[in-house]
């Protein structure tokens, strides 16, 4: 028997960028393989040439069309990506952000003791720079289109240890709907993506990360932690034609940690 996959179902003839790929445990390249293995053509970023070796043998397996460095601190850089993207392709469909960062003495003390300095430096690089993404990719999304970032319950909800990150993250989500708000009207719609803890380089940064998975794992309706595989479906999901309904919410890949946490 023959299956039919409905257009609507797939990503075949889009084009989209990936931001944050760092090693093959990153969600960001769950959700990279997923949409490639969904017919998308991807561009592909990677942080500096540090990351480089580890990056670019999996944009490789992805075909990227267009690899390039992005440090969204550095002048440039995150803007230069999509003249390239213009260049090549002339259109985006979808983007996704999965970049967050603080500095280790802010993320690892109480949200009051955290420093000026600090505190700007998480939100500029984990909140303003998917707004700048967002204005970036506008232009290139002549037919409407997807734009992702990645948060966390800790936006919603006091997570022992996750510190600054959770205002942060707070921002981020208000960031999802105002940009869903503004952009709507062109066909963009805006998604945070809020799965569960997933043992990733850049979640290796909190304090007893560890014992933050056991707990959801025992407390999720699933009784388990979630996949960088499901939480990259999803997504993918959202990027089709199929999903032209939904935008401006936060998505929970978490097994249903949430509903209970």
């Known amino acids: 028997m023959t299956t039919i996959i409905p257009a609507a179902a797939t990503l075949e003839g889009k ?3 990936v931001l944050g790929i760092a090693n093959d445990q990153s969600i960001a390249w769950g959700c990279a393989r997923a949409f490639r293995a969904m017919g998308a053509d ?15 043998p999996l944009a490789q397996q992805l075909e990227a069309e267009i690899f390039e460095p992005v440090d969204v601190t550095g002048e440039g850089e995150l803007k230069a990506i999509f003249d390239k993207i213009g260049e090549k392709w002339g259109k985006l469909d979808f983007a996704l952000h999965s970049i967050a960062f603080a500095p280790k003495e802010d993320l690892h003390g109480r949200v009051v003791d955290c420093s000026r300095e600090g505190f700007q430096q998480a939100m500029d690089v984990s ?19 997807s734009l992702f970032t990645m948060s966390y319950f800790g936006a919603n909800r006091v997570i022992d240890n996750y510190g600054v990150m959770g205002p942060v993250k707070a921002a981020l989500e208000a960031s999802v709907r105002y940009l869903a708000a503004e952009l709507g009207p062109k066909g963009i719609r805006v998604h945070a993506i809020s799965p569960g803890p997933i043992k990733t380089r850049a979640a290796s940064g909190i304090a007893h990360f560890d014992e933050l998975m056991n707990k959801a794992a025992e407390r999720a309706p699933e009784g388990r932690l979630v996949t960088i595989e499901e939480v990259g479906y999803t997504t993918a999901f959202l990027a089709t034609d199929g999903a032209k309904g939904i935008t401006g919410d936060t998505t929970y890949v978490d097994c249903g940690y949430s509903i209970v946490g």
């Open 42 to 56: 991807l561009a592909v970023s990677y942080l500096n040439d540090k990351a480089k070796k580890f990056v670019e």
């Open 127 to 145: 909140c303003h720079s998917f707004i700048r993404m967002a204005k970036y990719a506008e232009p290139l999304m002549k037919d409407g289109g």
């Open 15 to 17: 084009k989209g960028l």
